[in-house]
Each structure stands twice: as structure tokens, then as C-alpha cells.
């Protein structure tokens, strides 16, 4: 396996997605894109994926792609929010080159007493070239936000913001056991989140065809007249 590397892309002057890269990208399911990374072998296979607990809202709007940016959220209890982390995200936001992925995490302890964005936010971060928010947390507005083709992936839908704060923007953060730096590159669908390391981009059309091509053996095999057991362990190649 080749030693990890993970580019962290700062928002402003910083390369952007290209359009063919983009394209490729939204047409393939994130499942796919995993397992091609694995083939790759530029990070450990427990490496590179968010965990199960962020699921994605509204699978029916297809593959979501874009560069991260990371918050840090609080809820201010007792005490008036602050304003200043709220206008630093739109200002990277309004510096990057989209389409971006808003990543927010959790601070407050307490992800169940509040949402951290709903339709007044999400229609900013669209007019500045957000095409998502990531939390593992909650959000809200969700039919409103679903008609906008605006992509979510949470853990709750909570009915309150309450009294929320961004403490940090562009800080790396770590959501249900993945690490993820303002700048990787994200691709999720109804199945979940994988990071895309930015030194894979030469290489990955190879691989998912390579992983497709393997997968479609496995399943003409597997559906076909002629299947046993022993008749697929030669498939695959397993000599025990």
C-alpha cells in the first residue's frame, strides 16, 4: 500500500474541480467510487468514509460532489450567540471555487437540541455555491430544502436552531470517525459519504471500470444457469 497523503486545498486560490472531473464523478455511485479507491491503495480500506450515523436525507436527488469546508457549531446557552463565525462562513464560502460542501460538526453535545441550518441558510450557501451540508448533527426545512435540490446528510431533523454559533470555520474535523480537512473532495449518495483524495484523479477512471467489470463477472456468474459454489470460488479465484 502507498503511504497515505491527504491534500488539504485552501478556499481561495486553490484548484478547482474540473468540469469533466465533476461529470465523471456525479455518475457514479459512491459505493463504486469506494471500492476503486481501495484498488488504488492510497489509504487503509477503514480510512476514508464517513461513518453510518450521517445518512443521506434526500436520496431521490442523486450523487452529491463537491470541495469541503468545515465549521465548527455551538449552541450558546444562557448567553447571546456570537456573530463573527457566521459571516466567516460566507466569506469563504463567497472565495471558493464550487461547488463546495458545507461540513459541520457538533461542538454543542447536545446534536439533538439543535439545527444548525435550515432554508434561510441553505438558500444563501446555493447562491454562493454550496450544493450541500454534511453534520453530524441535525438540520431542518427539509421539504424546502429538498425542493431546492440541495442535498443534506445528518443524523436528526430537529425543529429548533435554538441559539447557535460557528466557533471555528476551516478547522479539520473529525465526523463519526473520519477526519475531513476543508478542501477534500466529497461524494455521497443514498448509501453515504467517501473522501476522494485529489492524487487519485488520474487513476480513478481506470479503477471503477475495473471494479465494474469485476462486479459485473461476479453477478452474471452469480444469476447465471451454470452457478455453484465451487463454480464461483474458481471465479473469484479462491484455491481453499
Known amino acids: 500500500m502507498r503511504p497515505a ?8 486560490g486553490s484548484p478547482a474541480l474540473s468540469a469533466p472531473d465533476l461529470d465523471y464523478l456525479r455518475g457514479v455511485d459512491s ?31 442523486g450523487t ?21 463565525g457566521y459571516w466567516q462562513l460566507w466569506e469563504a464560502l463567497e472565495r471558493a471555487e464550487g461547488p463546495v460542501v458545507i461540513v459541520m460538526k457538533d461542538a454543542s ?29 441535525a438540520l431542518r426545512d427539509l ?12 443524523r436528526y431533523p430537529v425543529v429548533s436552531h435554538a441559539n447557535f454559533e460557528l466557533s471555528k470555520v476551516g478547522d479539520p474535523v473529525f465526523l463519526d470517525g473520519q477526519l475531513v480537512r476543508t478542501g477534500d473532495i466529497l461524494h455521497g449518495d443514498a448509501n453515504g459519504v467517501v ?6 484523479l488520474p487513476e480513478l477512471r481506470d479503477a471503477v471500470a ?8 461476479d453477478l452474471d456468474y452469480i444469476d ?17
Open 5 to 12: 497523503t491527504r491534500r488539504s486545498v485552501p478556499m481561495t
Open 31 to 61: 459505493p463504486t467510487i469506494a471500492n476503486a479507491l481501495e484498488r488504488l491503495q492510497l489509504r487503509d480500506r477503514s480510512d476514508g468514509y464517513l461513518g453510518g450515523s450521517i445518512g443521506c436525507a434526500f436520496p431521490e436527488l
Open 64 to 84: 452529491m460532489v463537491g470541495v469541503a469546508l468545515t465549521v465548527t457549531v455551538d449552541n450558546a446557552v444562557g448567553r447571546p450567540a456570537r456573530q463573527e
Open 109 to 137: 453535545g447536545t446534536p439533538t437540541r439543535l439545527a444548525y441550518a435550515g432554508e434561510i441558510m441553505v438558500t444563501l450557501a446555493s447562491r454562493l455555491g454550496a450544493v450541500g451540508i454534511v453534520t453530524d448533527g
Open 143 to 154: 421539504p424546502e430544502v429538498r425542493a431546492r435540490g440541495f442535498h443534506y446528510f445528518m
Open 195 to 200: 473522501t476522494v483524495p485529489w492524487e487519485s
Open 210 to 217: 475495473a471494479i465494474q467489470a469485476s462486479e459485473r463477472r
Open 224 to 240: 447465471g444457469p451454470d452457478f455453484t459454489l465451487d463454480g464461483y470460488k474458481k471465479v473469484r479465484g479462491y484455491g481453499g
